[in-house]
Nanobody, 130 residues
Framework: QLQLVESGGGLVEAGGSLQLSCTAS????????IDWFRQAPGTEREFVAG???????YVLDSVKGRFTVSRDDAKNMAYLHMSTLNPDDTAVYYC????????????????????????WGKGTLVTVST
């Protein structure tokens, strides 16, 4: 069973930067695409960024140019680097992983939907002040 733990959240002023980490245990991350989602108070959870097992990345349009996603399989970790933060980025941020079939691994599949995720961390809160 894959366990995920997010870290790196906190309070930051508008314009600042944070790097979130997603640490995996129990199994290797190597064959899993990793997605980052966020949920602001009173809103639905939304996809923010994702990285396939082979490093293909996807980023929500509204954070493109400000957020980047990466992974270090040797450390069993994934990262979300966030810059030029604004109060609209305030949310609980979650990392999630999907279990892929052998065929989907071969074609470097990645889902961007929370409904396809099989493993979730408990989230880390990011608060951006004005």
């Amino acid at each position: 069973q894959l366990q995920l733990v997010e870290s790196g959240g906190g309070l930051v002023e508008a314009g600042g930067s944070l790097q979130l980490s997603c640490t995996a245990s129990g199994r290797t991350l190597t064959t899993h695409p990793i997605d980052w989602f966020r949920q602001a108070p009173g809103t639905e959870r939304e996809f923010v960024a994702g990285i396939s097992s082979k490093g293909k990345t996807y980023v929500l349009d509204s954070v493109k140019g400000r957020f980047t996603v990466s992974r270090d399989d040797a450390k069993n970790m994934a990262y979300l680097h966030m810059s030029t933060l604004n109060p609209d980025d305030t949310a609980v941020y979650y990392c999630a992983a999907e279990e892929l079939s052998t065929a989907d691994q071969a074609r470097d599949h990645i889902s961007l939907s929370e409904y396809r995720m099989d493993y979730w961390g408990k989230g880390t809160l990011v608060t951006v002040s004005t």
